[in-house]
């Protein structure tokens, strides 16, 4: 059974640094594109960042882009997110996601497997 398990979440002030990890069980997924996305209360899951299997190709959102950094581990089955200079509205359950395929994805359809999620408050 495929599970995916989300750490590294908490609550930190603006400016401060987080760095959440996923680390996937069940079957290996070096082949596989990987993701983070998150929800803020009231708002639809959202695009973080992503990163294709080996060649690790990454792509973020605008609104992280310069400030996150995904990454992976394939011999450790684990993905990354370096998130320094956190904003308020950086809050949300941040959850990893396993992609259908080798590329990376930014729409949740294309990803089969999720994690629970791990909350990140930002104070201000």
């Known amino acids: 059974q495929v599970q995916l398990v989300e750490s590294g979440g908490g609550l930190v002030q603006a400016g401060g640094s987080l760095r959440l990890s996923c680390a996937a069980s069940?079957?290996?997924?070096?082949?596989?594109?990987m993701g983070w996305f998150r929800q803020a209360p009231g708002k639809e899951r959202e695009f973080v960042a992503a990163i294709s299997s080996t060649v690790s190709r990454t792509y973020y959102a605008d609104s992280v882009k310069g400030r996150f950094t995904i990454s992976r581990d394939n011999a450790k089955n684990t993905i990354y997110l370096q998130m320094n200079s956190l904003k308020p509205e950086d809050t949300a359950v941040y959850y990893c996601?396993?992609?259908?395929?080798?590329?990376?994805?930014?729409?949740?359809?294309?990803?089969?497997?999720w994690g629970q999620g791990t909350q990140v408050t930002v104070s201000s």
């Open positions: 996601a396993v992609g259908g395929g080798s590329s990376y994805y930014t729409q949740p359809y294309e990803y089969p497997y």
């Open positions: 069940g079957r290996t997924f070096s082949r596989n594109g």
